[in-house]
C-alpha cells in the first residue's frame, strides 16, 4: 500500500515482495444517456502474490466491473491500480496489450467467449500461443490440459465437451501465455456440485504449486468457505473479509480434505482508509434506529455504536443511581 501511495510514476517497487494486486479507491461511474450508476464507489484491496482469494457479493455490487478492470479491460473513473508493480491506468496501448497477453488469465463463466467450438481441445489451447513466440505449441498444450485433468480428450471436438470439461479446457487457454494473475468470473456458475469441486481443486493447485494468483467471483458459499480469503463487495466497496481459521490452513493445502459445513472462516468489517465501515445489515437492524443517526462511543476498551435513545437512557440511569 504505501509502495504505491508514495509513488506516482507507472512502476512500483516491484521486488517479489510486493502485493499482485493494489486497488486504491477505485471508482466506476457509468453514465447512459438518462443515468449514472456508481458500479464501484472506492474499492480498496491489496491482494499478495500466490493468493488464492474468492469474491462475493450481490448482484450489481461491481464484481465483474473490478474484473474487468484488473483484466485491462476497463478505465476506472477515478482512483489507481497497480497489477505486478505496474500502473494499469498508466500504460500505453501497447503496454496494455502486452498486460492483456503476458500478465493475466481470463476465465468467464460462459465459456463460450474463450472457446472456438470446431477445433479441438489441443487446438484450442494452442490458439492463444500463435500469438507469442513460444515454440513447444504441442507440448505446452498437452503439458496445461493434462493439468485441467482433460489430456484423455485432447483430441475431442470442444462441442463434443461437457460444460464442466469446456470450462477446465477454457482454464488450461487461460494459462497458455503463463498469467502471473489468473482472473475467474463465476467459473463454477453453470456447472453441477462437483464439476465445481473438481474445477476449484485447479485454481487451488495452480495457486498453491505454480504460485499463480487467483481471483474468482463466485455466488457459491461452499467454495468460499473452503479459500484463505473471501472478500464481500457491497454497492462497490469491500465490506467484509473472511479469513480461514488457522486451524484449518493445512486443509486449504491438502488436496483431499473433506470439508463439512462447519464454520471454517473468521469474519471482519473492513475499515476504509477514511475510519468509515460498512455496519452489517443484521446488526444494525438490532439497533431499531429511527433515523441516519447513531452514538458513538468507547467504553472499558471497547468502541460502542448505540441507538442515541437508549445511550441517553443509560446516561440518565447512571446519574439517578
Ligand atoms: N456497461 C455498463 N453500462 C452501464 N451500467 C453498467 C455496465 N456494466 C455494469 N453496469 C452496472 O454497474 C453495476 C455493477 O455491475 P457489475 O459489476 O456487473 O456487478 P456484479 O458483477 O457484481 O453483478 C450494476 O448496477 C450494473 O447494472
Ligand atoms: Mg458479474
Redesign the pocket.
Known sequence: MENAETTNNTEMNTGDSSPMIVAQNLVKI?K?RDIE?L?LQGLDLTVERGELIAII?N???????FLNMLGGLDTPSAGKLFVDGCNLFDMTSREKELYKKQTVGFVWQNNARNLFPYLSALENVMTPMLLTKEKNRRERAEHLLEIVGMSHRKTSRLAELSGGEQQRVAIAIALANDPKLLLADEPTGSVDKDTADRIFDIFRKLSIEMGVTVVI?THDVRLSKKVNRVVA?RDGRISSERILREQYKDAFSAQNYSWGNEETQDEYVILDRAGRLQIPDKLLKKLELEDNKVTVGYEGGILTIKNPKSAKEEKEQGITE
Open positions: 457509468y447512459t450508476v458500479a457479493g448482484s450489481g455490487s461491481g464484481k465483474s466491473t467471483v463487495i
